[in-house]
T-cell receptor, first 114, second 112 residues
Framework: KAGVTQTPRYLIKTRGQQVTLSCSPISGHRSVSWYQQTPGQGLQFLFEYFSETQRNKGNFPGRFSGRQFSNSRSEMNVSTLELGDSALYLC?????????????FGPGTRLTVL | AQSVTQPDIHITVSEGASLELRCNYSYGATPYLFWYVQSPGQGLQLLLKYFSGDTLVQGIKGFEAEFKRSQSSFNLRKPSVHWSDAAEYFCAVGSGNTPLVFGKGTRLSVIA
């Protein structure tokens, strides 16, 4: 079974621009979570989607948004990019059954903001 | 609020030596615990998880972890480290449908 895929793998943007990252979960997985990873803050939860609905949201400004499609694929968007948004953005998928989901991570998208 | 502490930022071990990475958590509900490994420039790979039952869990690549409720710990162990184990290791805690909370990670270096 194919793993979680994320596109693009690398991205360079300038301040003020916006960016859209894509995540395709493992086949059959219905939940998708997004995390931001930086050397200073570590892994921080952004949001989680299940059945096209945002189920949980982390403590990030409204510039960060996401959505999930009917095929469970997800996108996250960051508007008005700031230098501090440079990070590795990780997507994780899970079956979202009873109890805590085991999350399986993709390789990440490395975003650099200049 | 839930939190995870990995007290060791960086550990260096010799190839063939044993390894123990520490993880302490603070969580109000029954915790579900995970260990992930991340190689440079890569995503996180699940090593093992604990939901309930036997407190000693086996994972991939020869790793195991022991859940000790009285000590709020979930330490990761490996009896003999290989050079390919050099990576960053993350402990995480969650419960039900709550997001995972990760520790800051422990970077493992392996020397010959």
């Amino acid at each position: 079974k194919a793993g979680v895929t994320q596109t693009p793998r690398y991205l360079i943007k300038t301040r003020g621009q916006q960016v859209t990252l894509s995540c395709s979960p493992i086949s059959g997985h219905r939940s998708v979570s997004w995390y931001q990873q930086t050397p200073g803050q570590g892994l921080q939860f952004l949001f989680e989607y299940f059945s096209e609905t945002q189920r949980n949201k982390g403590n990030f400004p409204g510039r960060f948004s996401g959505r999930q499609f009917s095929n469970s694929r997800s996108e996250m968007n960051v508007s008005t990019l700031e230098l501090g948004d440079s990070a590795l953005y990780l997507c994780a998928s899970g079956i979202a059954g009873e109890g805590t989901d085991t999350q399986y991570f993709g390789p990440g998208t490395r975003l650099t903001v200049l | 609020a839930q939190s995870v502490t990995q007290p060791d930022i960086h550990i260096t071990v010799s190839e063939g030596a044993s390894l123990e990475l520490r993880c302490n958590y603070s969580y109000g509900a029954t915790p579900y615990l995970f260990w992930y490994v991340q190689s440079p420039g890569q995503g996180l790979q699940l090593l093992l998880k604990y939901f309930s039952g036997d407190t000693l869990v086996q994972g991939i690549k020869g790793f195991e972890a022991e859940f000790k409720r009285s000590q709020s710990s979930f330490n990761l162990r490996k009896p003999s480290v290989h050079w390919s184990d050099a990576a960053e290791y993350f402990c995480a805690v969650g419960s039900g449908n709550t997001p995972l909370v990760f520790g800051k990670g422990t970077r493992l270096s392996v020397i010959a």
